[in-house]
């Protein structure tokens, strides 16, 4: 089957021939229908968060969707032609510890499966199992629910998403993106208005700010600006350290948490939310074929919401 491989840091990917899959006990193949391009996946092509991934040479790809083509042992509640996600759980996800998406066909452990419903997509279904599901996973770490008063920084793939869902758990939303182009989007998904800058988060009295965007100077931004005994959760990795004010984090006693990806109850209520039609994540598809240059577009920065690479509904 065809695969782009990454061989390393500084490296373009290689498009090869590789082995289809075999599954073993409690694992499926999974045909992949869509496969998203992440930030992450940047990141190791530059060696900067190298330490997620298991080893090299591997296909990346770690939000995979498609059809369930054949079953391992011990496979009881799944069948070939079953539609589902693969909702990585942590670090233990395809294009991660195993070939991932880029390639044709991935090994999905059971645990990991989530059905789509039915009139979802795969482009959105593949979104969904990590932008969506690590989203999800964030607020719940700061524990957004109804009536909350939240900041979401950064309006890419995640932060859409997240503020879309805090949105339908009740919350007011305010966003702090510097991108003026995609406000509008935000404002039709029911957030109550845009910053530029994340310090303007000040003015509206927030008790959580989710930080999708990390680059140093937003989580400086969000201590900062959070009321009194509020809740910074760090999401976004755009940069790999933060000069923060220390001061403040203490004397207004700011509770700062770390959020990596998700839960199998996180995928599967994002699915839920897309199966009623409430959540609707917003991707650009690309082709198979363009999933190097889709990497090069989001290096550069501009890409609206994730990129999808289809390979076929």
């Known amino acids: 089957m065809k695969a782009w491989l990454f061989t390393g840091a500084?490296?373009?990917?290689?498009?090869?021939?590789?082995?289809?899959?075999?599954?073993?006990?409690?694992?499926?193949?999974?045909?992949?229908?869509?496969?998203?391009?992440?930030?992450?996946?940047?990141?190791?092509?530059?060696?900067?968060?190298?330490?997620?991934?298991?080893h090299t040479p591997i296909v990346l790809?770690?939000?995979?969707?498609?059809?369930?083509?054949?079953l391992g042992p011990g496979v009881a509640n799944y069948s070939v032609g079953d539609r589902v996600g693969i909702a990585g759980l942590?670090?233990?996800?395809?294009?991660?510890?195993?070939?991932?998406?880029?390639?044709?066909?991935?090994?999905?452990?059971v645990e990991q499966l989530v059905r789509i419903p039915e009139g979802v997509s795969y482009a959105q279904a593949a979104a969904g199992t990590d932008a969506g599901q690590t989203s999800r996973h964030a607020l719940r770490v700061g524990g957004v629910k109804d009536g909350s008063r939240v900041g979401i920084i950064g309006l890419g793939g995640l932060g859409l998403t997240g503020a879309r869902i805090s949105v339908l758990l009740g919350a007011e939303v305010y966003a702090a993106e510097i991108n003026e182009d995609v406000w509008p989007l935000a404002l039709e998904r029911g957030i109550k208005k845009c910053v530029r800058d994340v310090e303007d988060f000040a003015d509206f009295e927030l008790d959580i700010i989710i930080d999708?965007?990390?680059?140093?100077?937003?989580?400086?931004?969000?201590?900062?600006?959070?009321?009194?005994?509020?809740?910074?959760?760090?999401?976004?990795?755009?940069?790999?350290?933060?000069?923060?004010?220390?001061?403040?984090?203490?004397?207004?006693?700011?509770?700062?948490f770390g959020s990596l990806g998700g839960s199998m109850p996180d995928a599967e209520d994002v699915y839920r939310l897309m199966g009623t039609g409430e959540l609707e994540l917003l991707v650009t598809p690309i082709t198979f074929e363009e999933i190097p240059d889709g990497l090069r577009r989001l290096e550069e920065g501009g890409v609206r919401g994730r990129l999808i690479a289809v390979y076929g509904e």
């Not at 409690?26 to 298991?54: P, R, T, Y």
């Not at 790809?61 to 054949?70: D, F, L, R, S, W």
């Open 10 to 54: 500084g490296e373009p990917l290689t498009l090869v021939d590789r082995e289809v899959p075999e599954p073993e006990e409690n694992q499926v193949v999974v045909d992949v229908k869509a496969a998203g391009l992440c930030h992450s996946d940047v990141g190791f092509m530059h060696g900067e968060i190298d330490w997620m991934l298991a």
């Open 212 to 256: 999708f965007a990390g680059f140093g100077t937003t989580t400086a931004g969000a201590i900062r600006a959070i009321t009194p005994g509020g809740r910074v959760v760090q999401v976004g990795l755009g940069r790999a350290e933060a000069l923060i004010p220390t001061d403040l984090l203490v004397t207004k006693q700011v509770q700062l």
């Open 90 to 109: 942590g670090l233990d996800a395809p294009g991660l510890v195993a070939d991932g998406g880029f390639g044709k066909k991935v090994i999905g452990k």
């Open 61 to 70: 790809g770690h939000e995979v969707a498609g059809i369930i083509t054949a």
